[in-house]
């Protein structure tokens, strides 16, 4: 039988932490390998650490060689990039989409990214804007499979402080359950079921593009309670 390799960049963020957890006591998955910049402390006997620069694409080839199923789950805030809108692009939209074509050229075969509902190219806002480019540059690439999750916010303990998210989760989470028909896919998601949802994704078998809103991102995580 062919071991399996999923690749995850973004491993640090409160998603990546999760999926790492996840896909660490999965048993379909042989190895995960992470993509850093930095060294981590975690360590597993399925786990297999890559210091990588973004920038080089040899380096980046090398490090995702073998890959069946890449993970992106990078992404940063404007808070972080100090209002630099290069540097935000350069994070959420170019270093995905480079990992995505590298990856495909070196065989693998799906692609599991973290979006955005309301994610449009046309769209005047900045961060949807962003969000919209970064998907159809990803399947400009040609990946056969590609999972796109569409999450509104994101409940979960993160490890950097956001003062207006704490807050708009203590203010919006009741709003959040009652929200139903068209305004479904706007219900925040708990962060382990979204990672759990990017799991199931990747074990399908159809090529393809799928996007999931919040009720196809919970069915999926349903799946393996």
């Not at 998907?135 to 590609?146: H, K, L, N, R, V």
């Amino acid at each position: 039988m062919t071991e399996k390799t999923a690749t995850i960049i973004g491993a640090t963020g409160m998603i990546g932490s999760l999926l790492l957890k996840l896909l660490l006591e999965d048993d379909y998955y042989d190895t995960v390998r992470i993509l850093v910049r930095k060294p981590i402390t975690i360590t597993h006997k399925k786990l297999d650490v890559k210091l990588v620069n973004f920038d080089d694409y040899e380096w980046l080839r090398l490090s995702l060689e073998g890959s069946n199923a890449v993970f992106s789950c990078i992404g940063t805030t404007q808070k972080n990039v100090k209002g630099d809108k290069e540097l935000y692009w350069k994070i959420d939209h170019n270093i995905p989409v480079k990992v995505c074509k590298i990856a495909k050229e070196t065989g693998c075969r799906k692609f599991v990214m973290i979006s955005s509902v309301g994610a449009n190219s046309n769209s005047k806002n900045f961060y949807l804007n962003l969000k919209g480019k970064t998907e159809e540059d990803i399947i400009a690439t040609g990946m056969e499979q590609i999972h796109i999750m569409q999450r509104s916010m994101l409940w979960g303990k993160r490890n950097e402080s956001r003062p207006l998210e704490s807050f708009a989760q203590k203010t919006i989470r009741p709003i959040s359950k009652i929200m139903t028909g068209s305004m479904e896919k706007y219900r925040a998601i708990e962060g382990a079921h979204l990672a759990q949802a990017m799991i199931m994704a990747s074990k399908k078998t159809a090529e393809g593009i799928f996007r999931y809103t919040y009720k196809e991102m919970m069915e999926l995580a349903k799946t393996s309670f």
